[in-house]
């Protein structure tokens, strides 16, 4: 078990966002994490990243209880993530972005730094030639100098999966990476997470509210409503549901006729 | 590896530049044009450090007069002479009233307290941020005065330290306004700058990246803080008196102006910014006496401020440095073609 979450529980003062959530993860999967808005997706992965803590339950990675660890700490044991509203290092250059997250995993220490020790220069070297793979991986190798707030939106979108990346995760949380893309964006984007999800074997949960977009990445598929888990399984189970479709499926497709 | 030679050379070359440069004032300048000079390299190093500790990490820490007042207050207290410690310094622990050290050592003593101070007082402090972090900082000046003007047995207090032993002189000065460069430009063009500036630019993603901020954000602090007690001590053996009022809030927003000025977080921009506005204080002093318009300098100053605010808010170079001396980005891309393959590698896979 690579991950295993249990009756989380977040409330913000009196508002309970969040109740009894559970999950576990196996290596290899790529869940899809559905539901309407508020439902408290963000509020899941914010706990599973160690944004925040949770009030109740606990968060166990590869046999470690790590519940109330630092997101940092988190990101250590191999849990790395995106953001829903892009969050890049905005000033920094596209490669810049990347190699700051490879120094978790491969940055020299401040002595061998101020003393220019060659192991210092051999590490910036191994990591700007990872940094150059990773945005390669992307087609964004040519961009490696720009701005990164001078992309365009879609492209921000993979230079934060690259970054990602870069920490070298065993699973990895997308936080609805095809919010604001057209669709031939989201369809290239999901190749892109095909891929990196097949040719690394990397664990994946991806958090949308695009329904079919989910059903058509993913194996299994969670759906919560109200801070609580409706449904877990297979895209097909999950779609004849009939909590789903009362909660979420039915009224988005009522409302979308209307 | 050419670009890295390429840097290297350039800093020899500069270092030597800075050097002959030196050389030449010494032999030629009159006592009074040196000390000024002196101080205009001591303003370098400050700006310079607290373009590191505050433009690289986002930080607003007025903290820097603090800092030089621990390092300076230790540096003359070692370096004081042995003899007269007894009457000057009357609760100094025997072994310490003994001693008569050289600058080297005293300097490098006060600037490692300083580091200690800074990391003692960051841990509340630096949880704070933006303004009320801008204003803890600026307690701590006044903490500092507080804690000099009442251990007076070991600093003399109120009345001042006075007869500090004359040590500083421009070469002292040179060679740590070159070291603290040179450190600083290796931490900034380094993995662990990158972490620092990525959490400048966005704490929550930084974390996320694993940059653990608490500790990075002490350590940026921290070093600062060092480089502020080095100069501390300079300042201490130039003016050969030092008073619990001598570094106050007043050169605390000096100094800001001056990493404004060049930019946060750019080091040549806050070197420049400390020559700049050292030489327009020291050029209107003469003028303000013959006109009797004192003040004039801080108006003079302030208005450069506001021009700067509202024409290049980014200070004179942003968070960069001048090209010249930077290596050229491309040089750094050995992998660029290995990476394109690996993309239509994979593209062809994804398309299957």
Redesign the interface.
């Known amino acids: 078990m690579l991950l295993s979450a249990d009756g989380l529980t977040k409330r913000f003062g009196g508002v309970v966002a969040l109740s009894g959530y559970g999950i576990s993860v196996q290596s290899g999967e790529l869940i899809g994490l559905i539901g309407p808005n508020g439902a408290g997706k963000t509020t899941v992965l914010n706990l599973l990243t160690g944004v925040i803590r949770p009030t109740e339950g606990r968060i166990v990675v590869s046999g470690q209880d790590i519940t109330g660890w630092r997101a940092d700490r988190f990101t250590a044991r191999g849990i790395a993530r995106t953001f829903q509203n892009i969050r890049l290092f905005r000033d920094l250059s596209v490669l810049e972005n990347v190699t700051a997250a490879l120094h978790l995993r491969h940055g020299p220490g401040l002595a061998p730094t101020v003393l220019a020790l060659p192991s210092a220069r051999r590490a910036e070297h191994g990591m700007v030639a990872r940094g150059y793979e990773l945005l390669g991986l992307f087609d964004l190798a040519d961009q490696a100098h720009a701005r990164a707030a001078d992309l365009p939106y879609g492209e921000q979108r993979k230079v934060e999966i690259a970054r990602a990346l870069a920490t070298e995760p065993k699973l990895l949380l997308l936080d609805e990476p095809a919010a604001g893309m057209n669709p031939a964006e989201t369809r290239r984007l999901m190749d892109v997470i095909r891929q990196v999800h097949e040719t690394l074997s990397l664990t994946m949960i991806v958090v949308e509210h695009d329904m079919s977009l989910i059903m058509n990445l993913c194996r299994r598929v969670q759906v919560i409503n109200r801070g609580e888990v409706l449904a877990d399984g297979a895209p097909a189970e999950v779609q004849a549901d009939p909590a789903v479709i009362e909660a979420y499926l039915g009224t988005r497709r009522a409302r979308a006729h209307a | 590896m050419t670009g890295?030679t390429r840097g290297w050379l350039l800093a020899a070359g500069l270092t030597a530049l800075g050097a002959a440069a030196v050389w030449a004032a010494t032999a030629s300048l009159n006592n009074y044009l040196l000390t000024l000079i002196a101080f205009a390299g001591i303003n370098v190093m400050l700006a310079v450090s607290l373009s590191l500790s505050n433009g690289l990490t986002g930080l607003f820490s007025l903290g820097h007069p603090a800092f030089m007042m621990v390092g300076g207050y230790i540096a003359a207290i070692l370096t004081f002479p042995a003899n007269r410690k007894g009457f000057m310094l009357p609760d100094l622990p025997e072994w310490l009233a003994a001693q008569q050290w050289p600058l080297l050592p005293a300097l490098l003593v006060g600037g490692a307290v300083a580091g200690l101070a800074a990391i003692m007082a960051g841990f509340p402090v630096l949880r704070l941020r933006g303004h009320y972090l801008a204003v803890a900082t600026l307690g701590l000046i006044f903490i500092l005065r507080a804690v000099v003007n009442n251990l007076d047995g070991y600093t003399r207090g109120a009345l001042g330290l006075s007869g500090i032993p004359k040590l500083t002189d421009l070469w002292w000065v040179y060679a740590w306004v070159v070291i603290t460069l040179f450190?600083c430009w290796?931490?900034k063009h380094?993995?662990?700058g990158?972490?620092m500036?990525?959490m400048r630019?966005?704490e929550?993603?930084?974390?996320?990246?694993?940059?653990?901020?608490a500790r990075t954000r002490l350590?940026a602090f921290a070093i600062g803080a060092v480089f502020a007690g080095i100069a501390g001590g300079l300042w201490a053996h130039l003016v050969t008196n030092l008073t619990p009022t001598s570094l106050g809030v007043f050169l605390a927003f000096q100094l800001v102006v001056m990493v404004v000025l060049g930019g946060q977080g750019s080091l040549a921009g806050a070197a420049l910014a400390a020559i700049g506005l050292s030489a327009i204080a020291n050029l209107l002093r003469p003028v303000e006496q013959s006109t009797g318009i004192y003040g004039m300098t801080q108006i003079v100053v302030a208005l450069v401020l506001i021009g700067v605010l509202i024409f290049r808010p980014q200070g004179l170079f942003g968070?960069r440095e001048p090209g010249v001396l930077m290596r050229r980005?491309e040089s750094?891309?050995?992998?660029?073609t290995?990476?394109?393959t690996?993309?239509t590698h994979?593209e062809q896979?994804?398309s299957t």
């Open positions: 890295t450190v290796r931490i380094s993995s662990l990158r972490t500036m990525a630019e966005n929550m993603a930084a974390a996320c990246m694993g940059v653990p901020l350590m968070s980005p750094s891309a050995p992998s660029r290995a990476a394109s690996q993309t994979l896979r994804g």
